[in-house]
């Protein structure tokens, strides 16, 4: 019998706590350590329609990559967080989150991002250290790809990542070394720009940090917070199947991007 302190346990190998910036709230956010578990249902982030289909499918733990609630305070119908809990806690579901921890975690978020990109020679940018194992861990990733156009470049990232759309800026060098970083990253820009790095895709970038990299000779790509980071959820179900072969494990058919393009 699997209980979800075991699947936390086994997440927790995957996403050490320690990688984890200090304001995040990783971990169980709500439910029973001791509660069996038979099905999870895995997805980027514990919105109302995937917190509806972990009851619609009898799911007894819902894991995601963002936390359940960022501030804390009374859990009520009030706002969408305290229904999302309430959904969840009505019907016995448990709720885990590894956020900062596995972007930052070896084979995490990032590596994931730069794997989908078919970088190669990834490597962490500026490690923060050492996990266990001996392999470097932080957040930002840096690999090489096939020297070519920025356009084609663009192309293959919008495909990769099945985007909808890109928000750029060209600085006029060919694409040859990608750093890239899942989710609101663009702070790391100049980072990647001194790492030797002509492109650097993430996502959430604002109008100034644009400029910043247009005067830098910087590649700079906005992908979209959820297709930079949506990779990362098959592979972290993958890998959950696979330690609990005796667990069910779904990935959320409605976990989506709100934003479109028109």
């Given at each position: 019998m699997a209980t979800v302190a075991d699947i936390l346990r086994y997440i927790e190998t995957i996403a050490p706590p320690y990688m984890a910036e200090q304001w995040d709230k990783i971990g169980l956010n709500c439910g029973r350590m001791n509660k069996e578990v038979k099905k999870i249902l895995v997805a980027l982030d514990p919105f109302p329609h995937v917190c509806q289909e972990a009851v619609q499918c009898n799911a007894d733990l819902l894991v995601t990559h963002h936390p359940l609630m960022w501030e804390t305070g009374f859990v009520t119908d009030a706002t969408t967080q305290g229904q999302c809990m309430l959904e969840l806690l009505?019907?016995?579901?448990?709720?885990?989150?590894?956020?900062?921890?596995?972007?930052?975690a070896p084979g995490g978020v990032n590596d994931v991002l730069a794997q989908t990109l078919e970088l190669q020679n990834i490597r962490v940018i500026h490690p923060n250290g050492v996990d266990d194992s001996g392999r470097e861990w932080g957040l930002l990733r840096?690999?090489?790809t096939e020297t070519q156009p920025l356009e084609s470049f663009l192309s293959s990232v919008k495909e990769r990542l099945h985007c909808d759309g890109l928000r750029y800026v060209d600085s006029g060098k060919p694409v040859r070394n990608?750093?890239?970083?899942?989710?609101?990253?663009?702070?790391?820009l100049v980072e990647a720009f001194d790492a030797g790095c002509d492109t650097f895709v993430t996502a959430d970038i604002k109008y100034n940090q644009f400029w910043d990299a247009h005067d830098l000779g910087l590649n700079l790509i906005d992908a979209g917070h959820f297709a930079t980071e949506n990779p990362v959820v098959a592979v972290r179900a993958e890998k959950i199947a696979a330690a609990f072969p005796g667990v069910e494990v779904k990935i959320s058919e409605t976990h989506r991007d709100c934003m479109k393009f028109y």
């Amino acid at each position: 019998m699997a209980t979800v302190a075991d699947i936390l346990r086994y997440i927790e190998t995957i996403a050490p706590p320690y990688m984890a910036e200090q304001w995040d709230k990783i971990g169980l956010n709500c439910g029973r350590m001791n509660k069996e578990v038979k099905k999870i249902l895995v997805a980027l982030d514990p919105f109302p329609h995937v917190c509806q289909e972990a009851v619609q499918c009898n799911a007894d733990l819902l894991v995601t990559h963002h936390p359940l609630m960022w501030e804390t305070g009374f859990v009520t119908d009030a706002t969408t967080q305290g229904q999302c809990m309430l959904e969840l806690l009505e019907h016995g579901i448990a709720h885990i989150s590894a956020h900062t921890n596995l972007d930052c975690a070896p084979g995490g978020v990032n590596d994931v991002l730069a794997q989908t990109l078919e970088l190669q020679n990834i490597r962490v940018i500026h490690p923060n250290g050492v996990d266990d194992s001996g392999r470097e861990w932080g957040l930002l990733r840096m690999g090489e790809t096939e020297t070519q156009p920025l356009e084609s470049f663009l192309s293959s990232v919008k495909e990769r990542l099945h985007c909808d759309g890109l928000r750029y800026v060209d600085s006029g060098k060919p694409v040859r070394n990608v750093a890239v970083g899942g989710g609101a990253c663009a702070g790391g820009l100049v980072e990647a720009f001194d790492a030797g790095c002509d492109t650097f895709v993430t996502a959430d970038i604002k109008y100034n940090q644009f400029w910043d990299a247009h005067d830098l000779g910087l590649n700079l790509i906005d992908a979209g917070h959820f297709a930079t980071e949506n990779p990362v959820v098959a592979v972290r179900a993958e890998k959950i199947a696979a330690a609990f072969p005796g667990v069910e494990v779904k990935i959320s058919e409605t976990h989506r991007d709100c934003m479109k393009f028109y």
